[in-house]
C-alpha cells in the first residue's frame, strides 16, 4: 500500500479541535488528477459542505495541468467527495449540532487513487490556540533538557 501525499491542510490542527478523521475518494477530471502528480493542488482555503444529500469541497485549488491541450479544467470547481451512504447520513447528524464543521486535512494517492483525508471538528477559541502553543514550547524545552541526561534504572 503506497501512500503518496500531495498537499497538507497544516492551519486545520491549529484552528480546530479535531473529532473524527474520515477518508473519502473524489470525483476529478483527468487532467486534475495528472495536475495532482504534479502536486499542484492546495486544500487551505478549502471547506467541506452538504448539498443535496452529497459531500462536496469547496475552494480546493488545482492549478492546470502543464502539458494540457484543449481539455482545461476549472481550477476551483466544486468537486464531489464518494462515501457510503451510511457515512454520509452520520456526517449530516454530527455537522448539524451547533458549532461542528468538516474541515480538509490533507489529499494524496493510495492504491492509485486520489484520497482525501477530512475531519470533523470545533473551532478553537483564540485562548485555546495560545494554551496549545504554550504546551508545545514547555513540551520542547523538556525534550531538549533531557536530551543529554539518559537515565537508567
Not at 6 to 13: C, Q, V
Not at 64 to 81: F, I, M
Request: no cysteine.
Amino acid at each position: 500500500m503506497s501512500v503518496l501525499i500531495i498537499a497538507t491542510n497544516r492551519k486545520a490542527r491549529h484552528n480546530y479541535h479535531l473529532i473524527d478523521k474520515y477518508e473519502a475518494g473524489m470525483v476529478l477530471l483527468g487532467s486534475e488528477v495528472k495536475a495532482l502528480r504534479e502536486s499542484k493542488g492546495n486544500i487551505k482555503e478549502a471547506y467541506i459542505r452538504f448539498m443535496k444529500e452529497e459531500l462536496y469541497i469547496t475552494g480546493m485549488h488545482i492549478s492546470e495541468y502543464s502539458h494540457s491541450g484543449y481539455s482545461v479544467h476549472e481550477p476551483t470547481r466544486e468537486r464531489k467527495l464518494l462515501l457510503q451512504k451510511r457515512e454520509l447520513n452520520i456526517l449530516k447528524k454530527r455537522v448539524d449540532e451547533k458549532g461542528v464543521t468538516m474541515v480538509p486535512l490533507s489529499i494524496y494517492f493510495k492504491n492509485g487513487y486520489v484520497k482525501m483525508e477530512f475531519a470533523i471538528a470545533k473551532g478553537k477559541k483564540t485562548w485555546d490556540k495560545r494554551q496549545t502553543l504554550i504546551k508545545r514550547d514547555i513540551e520542547r524545552q523538556t525534550q531538549r533538557q533531557f536530551k543529554g541526561h539518559k537515565i537508567s534504572l
